[in-house]
């Protein structure tokens, strides 16, 4: 397998791939987090319309999402890759081109994998971070009262799915950028490491399946009900041009942030206490407090004109 | 999903299934060995003829055999998992209890999962253990003169496949004690670590994919040949009942034993002063030395007739 090798990665890899297995001396008084995700052709993208590097750029990067929400930093990967032969040659070899661009942006390193064939692509991942034991946050912290935020601006990945299923001309007409959220999600490694350092979060997790999925988690682990305001999510936004495009059928902006998956922004639970600290967070001005947690056990949502409705989770369900 | 929970693991997970990732605490002076490996449903098992909880418990312990291979103590497993939405029922619920008791087995712990669809079943699976890194042995260590060992019967697991391919009724005439190598391998997880721990052996690597295939690549990893005898080679037994079953096709035991894979039998290497300590190893009485390694790149084998004729790699290759 052509090799992918992140630049910023620590020495601790003692022995990589081309032997049986991989082996790691962890740093001395560091915890490690590890987690493992799937990308899967014709489930997750389509190996005939997705440019390839996308298809390895993103895999790893959404592999890598929960390490961020976990305030782990990365380190390594492994690898399986299960492919047709078709898709060996050029393909691949843009594949890990684009996988390789991730890990030096991570500061990840490769350190094993397995390649077998199947009739779709199929790519497994298993990625590695540590983190100071002292710096944990779970799903499980949030309490009474506590701020609900979400960094970024939610449903624009949704919104590039859209675009891309809808219109195949999308790229040619100039819309290219709004597929970038799509096609070449960014995580937020930096915001999700500050925060747990700094004990400023009580509960966070990383925004994968849609906000009204992800968030009912965080609520269910913490055993507690959330309420939100309409007017303070921060959504996409859909230019006129891209309006045009699908010919008048404009998606709502909010159902697309509620719902929509693949966002990778972190959504976490800040005591009252810590808000003023939160302001020193990396891109705080990207982040918006868009509720509370209270008492309960799901979510409830406010609307432009005071009137509150249940929030049932409408987001990513891989057997729905 | 399920849980899958090994008896004897130690106590290292701090937070397991459940949150975006799991946390392992290493301990504190030893090294990680991962490993990865896939198990794919018509690649390398037939979802309608195998017993589910046969894909469960294979899936496991051939991942876990690079780990016995590089002398380490298994500990944790992480499991990726696509597949249709037909075999999320009674069916997965079976490959798990295969997977669950391979576990208790290995003393291995499941720590992290993922789960989505698609047509065909894949699991991948990501296994991680630990050893003193005084106990360190590649592929790379063999020297001119070391004897190169096997432990184990070669063959066994290629005889039940063509068993299993060749004749469906060969369960119920009575011989299902000879697919039982190909359904339900075991490792050689104890022989691995002492081989380690008492630095016997110079060189190590598990037979998944054959011993002409996996010797060559310790060859390869080393910048050594080696010489084989035939009659040394400890093969498969194939019994009259089971040619009756064939219908006379006798398959040769000594291709089955060089070519067959899946054996996860030890190949290894152990310099001539190590032979005499070698006899304490677990299991002595099913290590065979084989041959040895001498100068060259590849592999000669010595017929009974004392002819010799150069071995090619005649294993698994997943793109052939």
Redesign the interface.
């Known amino acids: 397998m052509p090799s992918v090798r992140g630049a910023h990665a620590t020495g601790v890899v ?2 990589g791939i ?9 740093r ?1 008084g560091s ?8 990308f ?1 052709e ?3 993208f389509r190996a005939e319309s997705y440019p390839a590097d996308s298809v390895g750029y993103k895999s790893l990067v959404r592999a890598t999402s ?2 961020a ?2 305030g ?1 930093t990365p380190q ?1 990967f ?3 890759l ?1 492919l047709p ?1 078709k898709r ?1 040659g050029k393909w691949l070899d843009a594949v890990l081109r684009g996988m390789g661009r991730a890990a030096r942006q991570l500061g990840m390193q490769l ?10 692509v ?1 790519m ?1 991942i ?1 990625v ?1 971070g540590d983190r100071n ?1 002292a710096s ?1 946050v ?3 912290g949030a309490r009474l009262g506590d701020a609900v935020c979400v960094s970024g601006r939610l449903g624009c990945a949704a919104w590039g799915l859209r675009l891309m299923e809808r219109h195949t001309g999308a790229r040619r007409a100039g819309t290219s950028r709004l597929l970038q959220p799509h096609l070449y999600p960014k995580i937020r490694i930096e915001l999700g490491a500050w925060l747990a350092r700094n004990r400023v979060a009580s509960a966070m ?2 925004i994968s399946d849609g906000l009204s999925t992800d968030l009912a988690r965080l609520c269910r ?1 913490s055993g507690v009900g959330a309420r939100l305001w309409t007017g303070r999510i921060p959504c996409v936004k859909i230019p006129d041009a891209a309006e045009r495009l699908l010919r008048g059928r404009r998606p709502d902006p909010l159902r697309l942030a509620l719902h929509g998956g693949e966002d990778y922004e972190l959504v976490f639970t800040v005591p009252r206490r810590n808000l003023k600290r939160l302001r020193g967070a990396p891109g705080f001005g990207e982040i918006a407090a868009i509720g509370e947690i209270e008492r309960g056990d799901g979510i409830t949502i406010v609307g432009a004109d005071g009137r509150e409705r249940r929030l049932e989770p409408g987001g990513w369900d ?2 729905s």
Do not use: I, N, Y
């Open positions: 003692r022995l081309g032997d049986d297995a991989a082996v790691l001396a962890p001395v915890e490690w987090v590890l987690s493992c995700d799937q899967v014709g489930v997750h929960d390490l929400a976990m782990a390594f492994l690898l399986t299960a032969a060996t350190a094993g994998g397995d390649t077998t064939r199947s009739q779709k199929s497994s298993t590695l034991p944990a779970t799903r499980a997790m990383d682990a891989p057997f």
